[in-house]
């Protein structure tokens, strides 16, 4: 009964800023959550996570330093502050919740529900 909805997808120019947040329910919060991205032709690969039991934040390297994870557990949602954004950022932007806490792996396979993704472009 996991439901994830992701928004904030659009259109910007390098440079610029979005910020993407995905509302969830229906598992227990406390369990991992993740952004992933998927570009035409290649794997989905993950992009940040944070366990809402340690606050923990994990990122990949290619978003470190320029995206930031974060979560309003009162509002049940999870937002992806995407700051500094290159064309390379363009992909298809996926909420996902693991059945596990503590260490949040960057791994899809890691991950057991999935939103339907929000597109976003740089140019």
């Known amino acids: 009964d996991v439901q994830l909805v992701e928004s904030g997808g659009g259109s910007v120019q390098a440079g610029g800023s979005l910020r993407l947040a995905c509302t969830h329910s229906?598992?227990?919060?406390?369990?991992?959550l993740g952004w992933f991205r998927q570009a035409p032709g290649k794997e989905r690969e993950g992009v940040a996570a944070?366990?809402?039991?340690?606050?923990?934040?994990y990122y990949g390297d290619s978003v470190k330093g320029r995206f930031i994870i974060s979560q309003d557990d009162a509002k049940n949602t999870v937002y992806l502050q995407m700051n500094s954004l290159e064309p390379e950022d363009t992909a298809i932007y996926y909420c996902?919740?693991?059945?596990?806490?503590?260490?949040?792996?960057?791994?899809?396979?890691?991950?057991?529900?999935w939103g339907q993704g929000t597109q976003v472009t740089v140019s």
């Open positions: 996902a919740a693991a059945g596990i806490w503590g260490t949040c792996p960057l791994r899809v396979n890691a991950y057991n529900y």
């Open positions: 229906g598992y227990y919060s406390s369990y991992c």
């Open positions: 944070i366990s809402p039991a340690s606050g923990r934040r």
